[in-house]
């Protein structure tokens, strides 16, 4: 059940993670307010990491700013890092 609660949470926020680089790529494209890179770097910190890369390489957005290019990748791994090291408690105690 928690696995399920798990991954339902990490799909949605991966969706989000990838509206929200479209969203605000349509609104630089139009000259209008932004969501906040923080708020970018939040929903991938969040589990929405994946969403964020695809987002960003399918709208070409934020693919010169080395603070996202590097960044969102790094956050990515820490996750994996992570997901890990829950697993291996979980499976191999």
Excluded at 23 to 34: F, N, S, T
Excluded at 52 to 58: E, K, L
Excluded at 60 to 85: C, D, E, N, Q
Aim: glycine content about 10%.
């Amino acid at each position: 059940m928690i696995v399920k609660i798990i991954l339902g949470y990490l799909v949605i926020v991966n969706i989000a993670a990838f509206l929200a680089m479209c969203m605000d790529k349509r609104k630089a494209e139009r000259g209008k307010w932004r969501i906040p890179e923080k708020t970018l770097f939040l929903l991938s910190f969040a589990g929405g990491s994946i969403g964020a890369i695809v987002g960003m390489y399918t709208f070409r957005h934020k693919t010169k700013h080395t603070k996202f290019v590097i960044g969102m990748p790094v956050i990515l791994m820490i996750h994996l890092v992570i997901a890990g090291i829950l697993l291996k408690q979980i499976y191999f105690g």
